[in-house]
């Protein structure tokens, strides 16, 4: 009865648990790709649109 109990309270904490891991993955993640952008296109034009948020519109 305690093993079923156990295996019910697994399956429905399992998914929540996926979900947090892979959000704060994600969020790490994130923060270390804006830290290589910061480092690596200081003082250039990309580094400059990336803070000001415009994006570029290439013609096709």
């Known amino acids: 009865m ?4 156990i ?3 697994i399956l429905l ?3 929540i648990g996926i979900l947090l891991s892979s959000s704060i993955f ?3 993640f ?3 790709l804006n830290r290589d ?3 690596t296109h200081d ?3 990309l580094g400059e649109l990336a803070e000001s948020g ?3 519109q290439l013609d096709a």
């Open 2 to 5: 305690a093993g079923s109990i």
């Open 54 to 56: 415009v994006a570029i």
């Open 37 to 39: 952008v910061a480092t």
């Open 30 to 32: 994130t923060s270390l």
């Open 26 to 28: 994600a969020a790490v």
């Open 7 to 9: 295996i019910i309270v």
């Open 43 to 45: 003082g250039t034009e």
């Open 13 to 15: 904490l399992a998914p």
